[in-house]
Structure formats: structure tokens, C-alpha cells
T-cell receptor, first 111, second 119 residues
Framework: KQEVTQIPAALSVPEGENLVLNCSFT??????LQWFRQDPGKGLTSLLL?????REQTSGRLNASLDKSSGRSTLYIAASQPGDSATYLC??????????FGTGTSLTVIP | DGGITQSPKYLFRKEGQNVTLSCEQN?????MYWYRQDPGQGLRLIYY???????QKGDIAEGYSVSREKKESFPLTVTSAQKNPTAFYLC??????????????????FGEGSRLTVL
């Protein structure tokens, strides 16, 4: 079974700092990997999706990379802002259309 | 606007009651999913459906039931057999073979969630 791990579980940074969130998975036979943001008491908002054939995707201040062979993905957030404070989750999609989620990294950006 | 609507947002259940959570999507998505989220745990799959009138059990299906009579609707019933139903429930959907509104294949979208509390 696919295991997805996100470390650290929580992270606090001062405003303006660049930061990296990590996601690792045990089975490299994935269809794609998706990063989400979740605000307290809300659903998940899709941020970036990387297909298995891609190495990275960018959207604004966010950049996600994927290294299938090592079972790792990173989400890079540039010039962090207090509005970036949220929990960030990664999910891998296997064939058969099932998704496996990490437990998330809770990010706090301090003004 | 296209999206996934979950209702109610908050729901309270007494012991022995069945309750139904609604999930409706107007994205014309093929697959729909129900997840349960508990503090400190990742999302756990309850049921999913890839086509109308067909659905599969996920990792924690016991005490839950679903139906998929229409493409846009995938209600979840939490039965009295579910011993610890207090949780945050999330519905999601995905399309096959075509790009999402954001231009990506195979992108998973979520509703805003329903919080169920047992009294």
C-alpha cells in the first residue's frame, strides 16, 4: 500500500522568507501528485498538479517538483505572506483512480 | 459557477440515528469520492464511484453506505453501525480524459466539507 509522509508536521517562518515543504511516498508507480491547501474548517483547495512524466509545475509564488525515482516531491513557496498560513497536503494518485494523502504540514507565517 | 456543494455544513446526530450527507457537483465529473478527516490523521477513503450505479468500498467503509443514481450526486449515509462517526467529511470529484477548468488532467476537487458531531 502507498504510504505518504509529510515532514515537518508544523512550520513557523517570518514573513518574506522562502520555504520548502516536503512530501515523500513509498511506491514510485504513481499517475500524478497533487498539492492542496486547507484552511481551518474548510475543504481542500488544489494548488498544483504534477503528472508522472513531469518534473515540476509553477503557479505564481508556488513551485512544485517531483522526483519519482526517489519518491519525493517538494513545494517551494517564495516570499511567504501571512495569508499563506494554512495546512498543506500532498496526495499521490495511483492507477485505479485512488488517491493517498499525507497528514499535512501546518504552516504559520508570522507578520 | 461550477463546483462541489456539500450540505449540511454542520450536523448533529443522536445515538442510534442514521444521517445522510449530501454531495452535489455541477462539473460533469465522472468520479466522486467520500473521505473522512480526523485530527492528526490523513484523509481516509470511505467510498468512491467512477460511474453511475457503481461504487467501491474504501479503507473505512464499515458503518457507511452510498448511492450513485445520478452523475452529479453521491450522498453518504452514516448509519448507527458506525461507532465513532464524529469527524469532518469531505466529498471530492474528478473527471477522466479531459482537462479541468484549470487545464489539468486528473485533478481532484473538493467540497467545503460537513462536520458531523454525535451528541
Amino acid at each position: 500500500k502507498q504510504e505518504v509522509t509529510q515532514i515537518p508536521a508544523a512550520l513557523s517562518v517570518p514573513e518574506g522568507e522562502n520555504l520548502v515543504l516536503n512530501c515523500s511516498f513509498t511506491d514510485s508507480a504513481i499517475y500524478n501528485l497533487q498539492w492542496f491547501r486547507q484552511d481551518p474548517g474548510k475543504g481542500l483547495t488544489s494548488l498544483l498538479l504534477i503528472q508522472s512524466s513531469q518534473r515540476e509545475q509553477t503557479s505564481g509564488r508556488l513551485n512544485a517538483s517531483l522526483d519519482k525515482s526517489s519518491g519525493r516531491s517538494t513545494l517551494y513557496i517564495a516570499a511567504s505572506q501571512p495569508g499563506d498560513s494554512a495546512t498543506y497536503l500532498c496526495a499521490v494518485r495511483k492507477t485505479g483512480n485512488q488517491f493517498y494523502f499525507g497528514t499535512g504540514t501546518s504552516l504559520t507565517v508570522i507578520p | 459557477d461550477g463546483g462541489i456543494t456539500q450540505s449540511p455544513k454542520y450536523l448533529f446526530r443522536k445515538e442510534g440515528q442514521n444521517v445522510t450527507l449530501s454531495c452535489e457537483q455541477n462539473l460533469n465529473h465522472d468520479a466522486m469520492y467520500w473521505y473522512r478527516q480526523d485530527p492528526g490523521q490523513g484523509l481516509r477513503l470511505i467510498y468512491y464511484s467512477q460511474i453511475v450505479n457503481d461504487f467501491q468500498k474504501g479503507d473505512i467503509a464499515e458503518g457507511y453506505s452510498v448511492s450513485r443514481e445520478k452523475k452529479e450526486s453521491f450522498p453518504l449515509t452514516v448509519t448507527s453501525a458506525q461507532k465513532n462517526p464524529t469527524a469532518f467529511y469531505l466529498c471530492a470529484s474528478m473527471t477522466f480524459g479531459q482537462k479541468s477548468a484549470s487545464g489539468r488532467f486528473g485533478e481532484l476537487f473538493f467540497g467545503e466539507g460537513s462536520r458531523l458531531t454525535v451528541l
